[in-house]
C-alpha cells in the first residue's frame, strides 16, 4: 500500500525545530499557512459570541456555531479531494474568496438583526469554502521532507502553530465582541482568510506538492513517490479514505475530540458569563491552547520509545481524565487552570494522529487523508455545540461540563480499545 515514515531517528539534531527551515521557502510557507488557518480560530467563538448576544439564545448561538462547522467538514472532504487532483492554487483560491464574502454577510445580517435563521445561509456558506490550510501545510512538509524522519517534529510544530492561533484568536474575537460590537469578532476571520490565502495558495506555489505526479499515480494505481516500480496490491485510484485499514479507528476519535471542543466553546462562554465575567471566556480558551502548544512543543523535540499507536491512545486517555476535572471547576482561574492542563494533552495527540494517517494512506492521498481529521473535527465540534447548547438552555453551563466529560472519556475508552488494530494496519502499511 503505502510507505509509513521513518520515525526511529536516533538523534535529536536531526529533528530540531531549527534544522526543518535549513532548506529555503519552507520558512515562508509555514508562517503564510499559519496566517491561512488563523481566521478560523476566532469563528466558533465569534459566532456564540456574536449571537448569544445579539439574540439572546445559546441554542440559536449552537446551532448556527454547529452549522458553520458541519458545513466546514462536508466541504473539506470535497475541497481536499479536489486539491489533491488539481493542486491547492487553483481549488483553494476561490474558495478563500466565498469564504471572506461570505463571513461579511455573516456579519452584515447580524448587525442588521435578520431573522436568526437566515444566519444559517452565509454561516453555512463560509463553512462549506474554508478548506483546511492546516491539512495542505502538512502536505507541503511531507513533500519538502520526503516522509523522512524530520516529519514528526514537523507535524509538531504544525500542531502547536494550530494552538497558537487558538490563544491569541479566541482573545482577539473576546476583546473585540464585548468591547466594539458582538459581530466585531468575525472581522478579522475575513481580513486573514483573504490576505493568509493569497499568499499561501497563490504567492509561494513552488512549494505546493505536485499536482501531476499524485494524477499519475492515481491513474496507475502506484504511489506517487514513483519509488515503486509496479501497481500496488489492492489499491483502487478511486478508493475512498476511509477504507484504508486503520484510519477510521483514528478518525473516530478525532470526531469525538472535536465533539468536546465543540462544547466546550460554547459551555466557557455561557459559564464565564453565569460567574459574571463574560469579557474573560477568550482568556480561558486560551489558556486551553496555551497548554497545548507548550506540550506540542516539548512532545516533538523528543524521541520516543514507545510505538505511535500506544502513545496515541496514552494522549487521549490522558485528555479524558483531565476532562473530567471541568466538573469540579466553578470559577474562571479554575476553569483556566483546567484548561491549561487538558490542554497538555491535545497537541501531542494530534502530531500522533496525523502521522499515523500520513503512515496509513498513500502519499499521493496525502492532503486528502490529513484534511479527514479535519473534517472529523468539525463534525464533532458541530455536534458538540449545538448539544451543549440546547443542555446549557435547559439545565446551566454545568450540564454542557458533564457532556463533554462523557465524550472525552468514550474516546479514551475506544482508543485504548483499538491500539492493536491500529498498530496491526500500520505495520502492513510498511
Known amino acids: 500500500m503505502c510507505q509509513a515514515p521513518n520515525l526511529s531517528t536516533k538523534g535529536f539534531a536531526t529533528r530540531s525545530y531549527l534544522d526543518l527551515f535549513a532548506a529555503p521557502g519552507r520558512l515562508a510557507f509555514c508562517a503564510a499557512g499559519l496566517i491561512a488557518r488563523s481566521g478560523g480560530a476566532m469563528v466558533g467563538v465569534g459566532i456564540v459570541l456574536m449571537v448569544s448576544s445579539l439574540y439572546g439564545s445559546y441554542a440559536w448561538a449552537g446551532a448556527i456555531s454547529a452549522a458553520n462547522g458541519l458545513a466546514w467538514a462536508v466541504g473539506n472532504a470535497v475541497l481536499s479531494h479536489l486539491v489533491d487532483r488539481y493542486g491547492q492554487r487553483r481549488v483553494m483560491i476561490p474558495a478563500a474568496i466565498v469564504t471572506a464574502v461570505s463571513l461579511a454577510g ?5 448587525w442588521c438583526h435578520l431573522p436568526v435563521w437566515w444566519l444559517l445561509v452565509p454561516s453555512i456558506i463560509s463553512g462549506a469554502t474554508g478548506g483546511s490550510a492546516g491539512a495542505m501545510v502538512r502536505a507541503r512538509w511531507n513533500h519538502a521532507l520526503n ?3 524530520q516529519l514528526q517534529a514537523a507535524f509538531a510544530l504544525e500542531s502547536t502553530l494550530d494552538e497558537v492561533t487558538y490563544v491569541v484568536g479566541p482573545l482577539v474575537a473576546t476583546v473585540l465582541a464585548t468591547t466594539v460590537h458582538p459581530t466585531a469578532g468575525l472581522v478579522a476571520p475575513v481580513l486573514l482568510t483573504l490576505t493568509g490565502g493569497l499568499w499561501f495558495y497563490q504567492g509561494l506555489r513552488a512549494s505546493q506538492p505536485p ?3 499524485r494524477v499519475a499515480a492515481e491513474q496507475a494505481g502506484m504511489p506517487a513517490s514513483g519509488a515503486a516500480s509496479k501497481p500496488v496490491a489492492g489499491l483502487r485510484p478511486d478508493r475512498l479514505i476511509l477504507a484504508f485499514g486503520g484510519v477510521v479507528s483514528v478518525l473516530i476519535v478525532a470526531l469525538l475530540f472535536g465533539g468536546t471542543f465543540g462544547a466546550v466553546d460554547i459551555t466557557v462562554v455561557a459559564g464565564t458569563t453565569a460567574m459574571g465575567h463574560r469579557s474573560l471566556a477568550g482568556v480561558v480558551l486560551a489558556a486551553i491552547s496555551l ?3 507548550i506540550a506540542g512543543l516539548t512532545y516533538g523535540a523528543r524521541v520516543w520509545k514507545a510505538s505511535l499507536p500506544r502513545r496515541f491512545a496514552i494522549g487521549v486517555a490522558a485528555y479524558g481524565v483531565l476532562m473530567a476535572l471541568y466538573l469540579i471547576a466553578h470559577s474562571v482561574p479554575l476553569l483556566a487552570m483546567v484548561g491549561f492542563l487538558t490542554g497538555l494533552a491535545i497537541a501531542p495527540t494530534f502530531t500522533n494522529a496525523n502521522t ?22 468539525g463534525f464533532g465540534a458541530s455536534l458538540g455545540s449545538s448539544v451543549a447548547g440546547r ?5 446551566g453551563y454545568q450540564s454542557g461540563f458533564v457532556g463533554t466529560t462523557a465524550v472525552a472519556l468514550l474516546a479514551s475508552v475506544l482508543a485504548l480499545a483499538g491500539v492493536r488494530t491500529i498498530s496491526r494496519h500500520v505495520a502492513g502499511a510498511g
Open 106 to 110: 455573516l456579519i452584515v445580517s447580524a
Open 147 to 149: 516522509g523522512g524522519p
Open 211 to 213: 499536482v501531476g505526479a
Open 291 to 293: 497548554g497545548s502548544a
Open 356 to 377: 499515523l494517517i500520513s503512515a496509513l494512506v498513500p502519499k499521493h492521498r496525502l492532503t486528502e487523508g490529513l484534511a479527514w481529521i479535519g473534517t472529523a473535527i
Open 391 to 395: 443542555l446549557i438552555d435547559s439545565f
